[in-house]
């Protein structure tokens, strides 16, 4: 016990420490920014009526601030400037194919890389969840696939205590991964098993996982 006490009080330290860190962060990037904007003020009104591109500012310490300016090319149509240019026009404009990957592709192929679904249907595990029709109609249309919601969903309508509800919303949600990526790959007119598609996607790409902290702390009033 008094070991968990301790646990729970170092989880605390370290919580409020980096919350008052990040605090701090945030005031010195926005003391940053508004120094950088004065900067730039100055900037644009020393570099007036003036060819040079950029400002060098001097400190007391040897430390030194520029501003540069600088220019970005947005073209509206590549059809007008083609019909300008004429003969020269690939001389001066390259042209690229590029792809890019949706978010639903980002999140198809990250569930198959991962191994994220379990073979099987939503009805199929609905009914092995409870024998109650009424419960099954009501859940087919609740249960999304959204792990926390789901958990609270399968306690609160098919009375499951929050260990059991938990294991089975993490069920309903690889079946249904699974019964989309089959969806995806009829729609594509894939020929072979989903298993056969799931090895090409972990030939074809790679998904590499990280970690993300957040921190929220109340403002003071």
């Known amino acids: 016990m008094a070991e ?12 409020d420490r980096l919350a008052e860190l990040t605090a701090q962060q945030e005031a010195i990037k926005k003391e ?15 570099l007036k ?5 950029t400002m060098e500012y001097w400190g007391s310490r040897n430390a030194k601030v520029t501003v540069g300016t600088n220019s970005t090319v947005k073209p509206v ?15 001066f404009i390259k042209e ?26 939503l009805d199929e595990t609905i009914r092995a969840i409870t024998e109650d029709e009424k419960i099954q109609r009501v859940l087919k249309k609740k249960l999304k696939g959204k792990y926390a919601k ?10 499951l205590p929050e260990p059991e509800a938990s294991d089975w919303a993490y069920l309903v949600a690889e ?23 799931i090895a090409l996607i972990n030939s074809a790409v790679i998904v590499d996982e990280g970690l993300k902290v957040t921190v929220e702390a109340e403002k003071a009033e």
């Not at 968990?4 to 919580?15: A, H, L, P, T, Y």
């Not at 999140?107 to 994220?116: A, C, D, Q």
């Not at 789901?150 to 009375?159: P, S």
């Not at 079946?175 to 598609?197: C, D, F, M, T, Y």
């Open 150 to 159: 789901d958990t609270e969903t399968l306690m609160k309508l098919a009375g």
């Open 96 to 121: 690229e194919v590029s792809y890019k990957m949706t978010e639903p592709c980002k999140r198809l192929f990250t569930m198959m890389f991962l191994g994220e679904y379990t073979e099987g249907s």
């Open 77 to 91: 149509s590549f059809a007008m400037l083609k019909g300008m240019l004429g003969e020269v026009y690939k001389d």
């Open 175 to 197: 079946v249904i991964n699974w019964e989309w990526i089959v969806q995806v790959l009829k729609a594509g007119g894939w020929r072979g098993s989903p298993h056969e598609a």
């Open 4 to 15: 968990n006490e301790m646990k729970q009080d170092g989880i605390r330290e370290k919580v």
């Open 49 to 53: 009526d003036t060819k040079s591109k």
């Open 32 to 46: 940053v920014d508004a120094i950088k904007a004065w900067f730039e003020t100055n900037a644009v009104d020393d």
